[in-house]
């Protein structure tokens, strides 16, 4: 695990995991991927790989997910002196709310490869 120097733990998210999908189509049920949200207890962000495009979403009480994005465009922001912080505006970033563009760390985040095959 790689931890991020400046970012500390916070009160109620201590990390943060990315899963890389690999997805047979761009269109898939979100009821898949909020099910899977639910069975891993963890902060997830789900990098959906389609043809050389990319979508992010989060499962925060209900899934939220970015547009479709070429690969290059694809960047997941990390803003936030804490992993509650930084968590509450990926969140906001993927379609949650207000994006508030304060102290933005872009980070190179190499994702986990875990393949699930989504229809």
Same mark, same amino acid.
């Given at each position: #695990?790689?931890? $991020? ?9 201590? /990390?943060?995991? +990315?899963?890389? +999908?690999? #997805? ?9 991927? =909020?099910?899977?949200? @639910?069975?891993?207890?963890?902060? !997830? ?5 389609? =043809?050389? =495009? $990319? ?5 925060? &009480? ?6 479709? !994005?070429? &690969? /290059?465009?694809? +960047? $997941? ?7 509650? &912080? +930084?968590? &509450?505006?990926? $969140?906001? @970033? ?7 563009? /304060?102290?933005?760390? /872009?980070?190179?985040? @190499? ?9």
């Amino acid at each position: #695990m790689r931890t $991020i120097p400046a970012i500390q733990t916070g009160d109620k998210v201590q /990390s943060i995991y +990315v899963l890389d +999908v690999a #997805m047979k189509t761009k269109k898939y049920e979100p009821k898949n991927i =909020e099910r899977i949200a @639910r069975l891993i207890p963890q902060n !997830l962000v789900f990098v959906l790989h389609f =043809e050389g =495009e $990319i979508q992010l979403a989060v499962f925060c &009480e209900k899934l939220f997910a970015t547009d479709w !994005l070429s &690969e /290059s465009r694809a +960047v $997941i922001p990390l803003a936030g002196l804490n992993f509650d &912080e +930084v968590w &509450e505006n990926i $969140i906001k @970033r993927t379609g949650g709310g207000e994006w508030n563009g /304060s102290l933005i760390l /872009s980070l190179g985040i @190499r994702p986990l490869r875990l393949r699930f095959l989504l229809a």
